[in-house]
């Protein structure tokens, strides 16, 4: 059995398919390897995979660097692979970019997104497909905490409209075709490998290098921010149990995957603060289009479903990330 992840070079599709190799599965990794961000990372992660798949005891992992708005190059990447799960994590990221690209969005992100359900829909026997959502398909909702019965029709960003396009779109073919899905609305996930656009790494190398540190909203904006091994917790619970109609509805299910204890954006960059021993040069800006004021997930139904549990404070997880960041990357990147 293959065990297909997308996006398997970007930061939570790499630890993801880590921790599968690490017990022992047939990894088959896709990823386009733009240059949205540095291309050096991506790399650097899927040598990390070959290094894994390598090793004793752990599966096997091979690569196809393909675009999943390609179709014809997905089908080809994919035919005879024996493929009966799949982690569908390829997507064009960020909030902002998307008002400077929305059609990089509407390729990876619809586009795409269809010829997966395509490719899920023509495999027999397919056991299941988790794919990734977002938190900011809530857009500017006031109810707190954010559950995934509250109305999602009012996106504040391109990109989130892609998102709950991607959900409608899925719940559709589980409902033609009967193929189990299963959405995750994932909260600000950060950790070690993460992405060179999120605040995490954004304040960490500006903090090291001494310069200033963009802060939007005066840093009141608040975050649901989530570990990496916390999220990968989630994402294989649900491939390894996939969804289920309910009440003869679709097979198809949505879960928010957060750490259920927003933070205010000033909190954590006082803990970069603290791990890096260094003070920040801050660069009061205002709130960005797109940003909205808080994320907080209820996790009740994840945790009902599949046993998921964060483990990981913003207090541990913002020091593993530095130590990350300076002793394994920085002499890397230079």
């Known amino acids: 059995m293959t065990i297909l992840v997308t996006g398997a070079a970007g930061f939570i599709g790499f630890h993801t398919a880590m921790q599968l190799l690490a017990r022992g599965e047939s990894v088959l990794g896709i990823d386009d390897l733009n240059s949205y961000y540095t ?106 905490p954010f559950r995934e019965d509250d109305p999602a029709d009012q996106p504040v960003s391109f990109y989130a409209a892609t998102k709950r396009s991607n959900e409608m779109m899925s719940y559709s073919y589980a409902h033609l075709y009967r193929i189990p899905l299963t959405g995750l609305r994932f909260f600000t996930v950060y950790g070690p490998w993460g992405r060179p656009d999120m605040a995490m790494w954004i304040f960490t190398d500006k903090i090291l290098r001494g310069e200033p540190v963009p802060v939007f909203a005066g840093g009141t904006l608040q975050r649901d921010f989530t570990y990496i091994d916390d999220i990968v917790q989630g994402v294989i619970a649900t491939v390894d149990g996939p969804a289920v109609a309910v009440e003869g509805g679709a097979p198809h299910r949505i879960y928010n995957i957060g750490n259920n204890r927003p933070a205010e954006v000033r909190h954590f960059l006082a803990l970069i603060e603290q ?32 046993g998921f549990q964060p483990k990981t404070s913003l207090e541990e997880g913002v020091p593993r990330f530095v130590r990350w960041y300076r002793d394994a990357w920085l002499p890397i990147a230079g």
């Not at 997507?91 to 395509?118: F, K, T």
């Not at 490719?119 to 938190?135: C, H, K, Q, V």
């Not at 009061?284 to 997930?297: C, E, I, N, S, Y």
């Open 275 to 306: 791990a890096t021993g260094k003070r920040a040069i801050v660069q009061d800006l205002p709130k960005q289009p797109g940003d909205v004021d808080r994320t907080f997930a209820d996790i009740g139904r994840i945790q009902r479903d599949h």
């Open 39 to 144: 291309v050096a990372l991506k790399r650097a992660r899927l040598a990390e995979l070959e290094k894994a798949g390598a090793g004793r005891g752990a599966g096997n992992f091979r690569f196809a660097q393909v675009d999943i708005a390609d179709r014809a190059a997905l089908t080809e990447a994919t035919t005879g692979a024996g493929i009966r799960r799949i982690v569908h994590l390829a997507a064009q990221a960020g909030v902002r970019y998307s008002l400077q690209n929305p059609h990089a969005y509407a390729q990876a992100n619809l586009v795409g997104h269809l010829n997966m359900l395509e490719l899920a829909r023509g495999i027999d026997g397919l056991e299941a497909m988790t794919y990734a959502s977002s938190s900011s398909v809530y857009g500017g909702s006031t109810r707190i």
